[in-house]
């Protein structure tokens, strides 16, 4: 038995390199015929990805659940270590937010006295959509999380996506249950925002690295290390004023930004609906698709 | 010897899971496991199993498997779609070819066997992904993501050969 089995795969053998070969050809092309399908009709892809993605969501959904325990078990063991001193420290915290907060009052109360005077209409109240990171995806060529938040929680393309710590990118694609999360890392992120400081308007464009860059800066404008960075609202795609990071390094080659939200520190994050309509519709998705710097 | 109807289902509940363990390291590869740097590197793990099933065992996870996969790969990641269906087929490709070299050799051999395909990959990834974003990006992190996955292949190739001698070995 053995033996004819051995004799036959070698008889076999050229004409089923052939078919191999061809197989092969075929696959390659059809995914070369993919990727030419992705460019050309971003729309059907991320439809297609945005199904695929909802019926792996749970399955994401459970897997995540262990090692987010696991996660929080260290976290709270180190806490313990530490409790002495982080009491302290937070003692000291509370003082100073005591201040700031009989501040606060005060400016609150004389912005509403002002308000009344000029009579401001103020903007929509934001809604927020809490989600879990159910996947960190995409290795070193795409910097993307998935939410376990999708259309039926109210999750629309173009939404920002912020934690406690400032702005962690934008909704890039969402099915039924499951939304996909652009990083401001990402190579295709381009968020306009703003020197706090001195109101200087740029583009945040991420490259894939972990210090996103600050381009489209006007000439002349001066950046120093240590600036918070916040989005400006431009473009209408964010609101403004959510903090970003601050200037990393600043030299003739470029500025670059190091983010407030730190990747691997994500768990929960809130889409942010300020019912505002985004920049990225799908004919300007297919354009951010092939931005070159 | 004729098998029975719930032998041969055995028999084929066995061989289609080279293919399901594959999609399990896919759907593995995207858990956020929350260590600070390591989203960016996490290893290629679907790559290990293209690899290995090809050397040992292609019949079960033809070339065609291996393509969607990738394609899997693809939607769960972000990445454009097509690119990692792409580098698995061309892994399968290469190892296939090379199946004559790799029989009966040592792991170290297996391995270092591993190490080149896995580069090969990586900077299939990289170009297939800069072609399609028309933009360079540096290849620093996807290096240590290359490093990260060379070295965690020993563990896995491990469990897939005690998984190939337990359950495929009558299959």
Known sequence: MKNRQHLGHHLVHPEKGMANRFGYLGLVLAAFALMLLGKADVVVMERVRASVTDAVAPVLEVLSRPV?????????????????????????????LIHWQAAARKLASENQQIKGLLNFAPGAEPGFISGRVIADTGGAFVHSIL?????????????????????VGRVHGVGTRAGRVLLITDLNSRIP???????????????????????????????????????????GAFPPGIPVGVVAHAT??????????????????RVVDYGLQGILDATSAAEGAGVSK | MKLTFWQRLDLIVRSVTPFFLTLVLVVLGQVPLHIPGFAEVAPLLPLMAVYHWAIYRPDLL??????????????????PFGVNAAVFVVVHMVVMSQQVFFTGKSFLI????????????????????????????????????????????????????????????QV
């Not at chain 1, 939410?147 to 702005?167: F, H, P, S, W």
């Not at chain 2, 033809?62 to 693809?74: H, K, M, N």
């Open chain 1, 68 to 96: 987010a325990t696991f996660d929080r078990l260290v976290d709270e063991a180190n806490a313990l270590s530490s409790l002495r001193e982080e009491n302290a420290r937070l003692r000291e915290e509370n003082q100073r």
């Open chain 1, 147 to 167: 939410v376990n938040a999708g259309v039926r929680d109210g999750v629309a393309k173009g939404q920002a996506v912020i934690t406690g710590d400032g702005l």
């Open chain 1, 193 to 235: 925002v703003v020197v706090e400081a001195t109101r200087t308007r740029a583009v945040l464009a991420g490259d894939n690295s972990e210090r996103p860059r600050l381009i489209h800066l006007p000439p002349g404008a001066t950046v120093s290390i240590g600036d918070r960075i916040v989005t400006s609202g431009h473009g």
């Open chain 1, 252 to 269: 003739e080659g470029g500025v670059t930004v190091k983010p407030y939200v730190h990747r691997d520190r994500l768990e929960y994050v």
């Open chain 2, 62 to 79: 033809p070339a065609i498997a291996v393509f969607f996969a990738g394609l899997l790969q693809d939607a769960l990641s972000g990445m």
């Open chain 2, 110 to 169: 297996i391995w270092l066997g591993f190490s080149m395909v896995a580069a090969g990959a990586t900077v299939l990834m990289w170009l297939l992904t800069a072609m399609f974003f028309s933009a360079f990006t540096t290849l620093d992190t996807a290096f240590v993501q290359y490093l990260v996955t060379v070295g965690v292949f020993p563990l896995l190739a491990w469990l897939q050969v005690r998984w190939q001698q337990s359950v495929l070995s």
